[in-house]
T-cell receptor, first 114, second 113 residues
Framework: TQLLEQSPQFLSIQEGENLTVYCNSS?????LQWYRQEPGEGPVLLVT?????EVKKLKRLTFQFGDARKDSSLHITAAQPGDTGLYLC??????????????FGQGTILTVHP | EAGVAQSPRYKIIEKRQSVAFWCNPI?????LYWYQQILGQGPKLLIQ????????DSQLPKDRFSAERLKGVDSTLKIQPAKLEDSAVYLC???????????FGPGTRLTVL
């Protein structure tokens, strides 16, 4: 069973601060996804990274996939209260009957105070 | 484009009772997933369907959980009998065949008393 460890589990910061969330595994994934989930809703996909070393930017969010495709990070610059939510990383398996199967980390609960 | 629909949104039952959840995926999506998300944890895959066939149910507690997708469109997940530890949000997701992106419904929050 492939496992993903996210850290930190909780993050409480003030508006305008920067933060980084980490997602680590001992397993290699074909791709890694980051989701954001708000209370009472399902997760919504933010980004998919596929290539080792890949960096993607989404406004103030920067996502990086590790060179060995075992880890990833999410960096938020100048956090805003609207960024508050549960951030989940998910590794995708590839091949055979496992195609499309996602293994989720336990999530990071981010609270940004005005 | 309509998203993934789930019902009910909330359900409260007593232990040993039965409960069923319904999911209607995005039109044309061949793959359907059921996840269990316990408070404070990430979603855990219970079962994956490709059209009306089961691709992966290795983490489904088959002594009490069952799921079907008879016509390859909507799906039902059943728990019989429920235990206290089944209290969780049950998420349904769908994706295009061969697609990497999963689209999630709002979930059903189950409380077992």
């Amino acid at each position: 069973t492939q496992l993903l460890e996210q850290s930190p589990q909780f993050l409480s910061i003030q508006e305008g601060e920067n933060l980084t969330v980490y997602c680590n595994s001992s397993s290699v994934f074909s791709s890694l996804q980051w989701y954001r989930q708000e209370p009472g809703e399902g997760p919504v996909l933010l980004v998919t990274v596929v290539t080792g070393g890949e960096v993607k930017k989404l406004k103030r969010l920067t996502f990086q996939f590790g060179d060995a495709r075992k880890d990833s990070s999410l960096h938020i610059t100048a956090a805003q209260p609207g960024d508050t939510g549960l951030y989940l990383c998910a590794g995708a398996e590839a091949g055979g009957t496992s195609y499309g199967k996602l293994t989720f980390g336990q999530g990071t609960i981010l609270t940004v105070h005005p | 484009e309509a998203g993934v629909a789930q019902s009910p949104r909330y359900k409260i039952i007593e232990k040993r009772q039965s409960v069923a959840f319904w999911c209607n995926p995005i039109s044309g999506h061949a793959t359907l997933y059921w996840y269990q998300q316990i408070l404070g944890q990430g979603p855990k895959l219970l079962i994956q369907f490709q059209n009306n066939g089961v691709v992966d149910d290795s983490q489904l507690p088959k002594d009490r959980f069952s799921a079907e997708r008879l016509k390859g469109v909507d799906s039902t997940l059943k728990i019989q009998p429920a235990k206290l530890e089944d209290s969780a949000v049950y998420l349904c997701a769908s994706s295009q065949e061969g697609g990497n992106e999963q689209f999630f419904g709002p979930g059903t929050r189950l409380t077992v008393l």
